[in-house]
């Protein structure tokens, strides 16, 4: 099943992709995609449906992200064993964690700002994990019960802010815009093998990255678990869980974002995001 939320920014109704590839409405059945409709027993409600049933949302509506209500928008850092050995760094003996600010969560197809500046504003195609039942103190055996579905972000990054600018990561990560999510959140059992999915980005028609989730280090069950070690997971967290290699600063000598250009990335089973560059 794959779940989906359109309409206008901050006016989003929630529904889902039918086998056709049109969007039917679900505003009559749960109010967003938040909340109790991603528990387990929220989306088996949801797997029961007919879609036939249900109105089709007509025209090419933009679609937002495709979870609301996120309180924690967690991600881990240097998790591809590729893309740490592109920018000379080590894979951790532990996940790096960090925290986006929610704020920077948008539709999948919006404008990303390159923030006033800046001028190293990079891409990370990423395989996000959505929560579904809170988890707190869970097994690795047991964290795929705690999960909704999964879904493509754009984990849009300033790497001068990040890294030069002094203390934590947070103010390279937190932009606005810099969080496209989207297009539509995959429950596991469509996604299938979630460890085995092809995932790439584009840059103005040229392909920068052209990875796999098989290079992750630190696998959905384990991060599910470690994280639920040192925080309570809620309904509709969501976890970046890094990028492959490619990636702006990667490159020799380093490209980064301007305004103009247009990014496109996608992993396989999940969909794809395209987004335009403005100047913030």
């Known amino acids: 099943m794959k779940l989906l939320r359109y309409g206008p920014a901050g006016q989003e109704k929630p529904g889902l992709l039918d086998a056709e590839g049109r969007i039917r409405d679900l ?37 937002g992200a495709c979870v609301a209500g996120t309180g924690k928008f967690i991600c881990i850092g240097l998790n591809y064993s590729d893309h740490a050995a592109e920018t000379g760094a080590t894979v951790p003996p532990e996940p790096i964690i960090f925290m986006k600010a929610t704020s920077a969560i948008v539709g999948p197809n919006d404008d990303v700002e390159i923030p006033r500046a800046s001028e190293k504003t990079d891409w990370e195609v990423e395989l996000g ?15 795929m019960s705690h999960v909704a579905g999964f879904c493509v972000i754009n984990d849009v990054s300033e790497r001068a802010f990040q890294t030069e600018r002094h203390g934590q990561w947070t103010k390279g990560k937190s932009c606005d815009t810099f969080g496209p999510t989207g297009p539509w959140l995959v429950t596991p059992d469509e996604v299938g093998d979630y460890d085995n999915l092809h995932m790439w980005l584009e840059v103005d028609g040229h392909r920068y990255q052209n990875g796999s989730t098989r290079t992750m280090v630190y696998k959905t069950p384990f991060l599910v678990s470690y994280l639920s070690q040192f925080m309570g997971l809620r309904t509709g967290d969501i976890i970046s869980t890094g990028t492959p290699p490619g990636v702006g600063m990667g490159q020799k000598p380093p490209k980064y974002l301007k305004a103009g250009q247009t990014i496109r990335l996608g992993i396989e089973k999940l969909g794809e995001q395209a987004q335009k560059t403005v100047q913030a």
């Not at 994990?129 to 964290?143: F, L, M, N, R």
């Open 27 to 63: 505003s009559g059945v749960v109010p967003d995609i938040s909340g109790d409709a991603l528990t387990p027993a929220g989306i088996a409600r949801l797997k029961g449906l007919d879609p036939s049933s249900l109105p089709v949302v007509p025209g090419n509506p933009r679609l």
């Open 129 to 143: 994990i959505v929560i579904g039942k809170p988890a707190k103190y869970v097994s690795e055996a047991d964290a």
